[in-house]
């Protein structure tokens, strides 16, 4: 079965400062892979996703993500978090096309 | 309007009562999905329905029940609820398989079993 580890369960940056949250999988074949933001209250959105193509995947809110196939990692950046990012980052893998696999979530918290 | 509601936002409950969650979508997407969010476990799929009266069991399917006789519904019945069913529960919807289909959630319903 696949699985998604997202080491760290919280995380705290400063405002301005860079972001990377990590996400790992474990899948034999090429992934279907997203990042979903869900704020305190709230359900989840959807950040951005990989299917195919350019390794580097842009998103919405200034977010974007690498996949690298070597290291089985699908990392969420940021350049400069805004006090508005704070919120909890949930990693998933897309299971045979109509599943979604998470991770157990990072929370962000940003100080100012 | 356009998208996915969940009622009730918020139920209490008390153990051995049947509870049924509501998950409606305007969008006519085939494929329909519960998930419960608790910490330290992100979510996980209880069931899922790829059309009107196709269901199957996610990861956690015991002790819920759904059904889907129509499109645009999917409820969630715990026929008999239990503590370790506290939880937060959400649906999604997505309308197919392909790369340009995205899983839209809903906003999720806040389940206290006392």
């Known amino acids: 079965a696949q699985s998604v580890t997202q080491p760290d369960i919280h995380i705290t940056v400063s405002e301005g400062a860079s972001l990377e949250l990590r996400c790992n999988y474990s899948?034999?074949?090429?992934?279907?892979l997203f990042w979903y933001v869900q704020s305190p209250g709230q359900g989840l959105q959807l950040l951005l996703k990989?299917?195919?193509?350019?390794?580097l995947v842009q998103g919405i809110k200034g977010f974007e993500a690498e996949f690298k196939r070597s290291q089985s990692s699908f990392n969420l950046r940021k350049p400069s978090v805004h006090w508005s990012d704070a919120a909890e980052y949930f990693c998933?893998?897309?299971?045979?096309?109509?599943?979604?696999?998470f991770g157990a979530g990072t929370i962000l918290r940003v100080k100012s | 309007d356009a998208g996915i509601t969940q009622s009730p936002r918020y139920k209490i409950t008390e153990t051995g009562r049947q509870v049924t969650l509501m998950c409606h979508q305007t969008?006519?997407?085939?494929?329909m999905f519960w998930y419960r969010q608790d910490l330290g476990h992100g979510l996980r799929l209880i069931y899922y329905s790829a059309a009107a009266d196709i269901t199957d069991k996610g990861e956690v399917p015991d002790g819920y029940v759904v059904s889907r006789s129509k499109t645009e519904n999917f409820p969630l019945t715990l026929e008999s609820a239990t503590r370790s069913q506290t939880s937060v529960y959400f649906c999604?919807?997505?309308?197919?398989?392909?790369?340009?289909?995205?899983?839209?959630f809903g906003p999720g319903t806040r389940l206290t079993v006392l």
């Open positions: 999604a919807s997505r309308a197919g398989t392909g790369e340009t289909d995205t899983q839209y």
């Open positions: 899948y034999g074949a090429t992934p279907y």
């Open positions: 990989y299917f195919s193509g350019d390794t």
């Open positions: 998933a893998v897309d299971e045979y096309g109509n599943k979604l696999v």
């Open positions: 969008w006519s997407h085939s494929y």
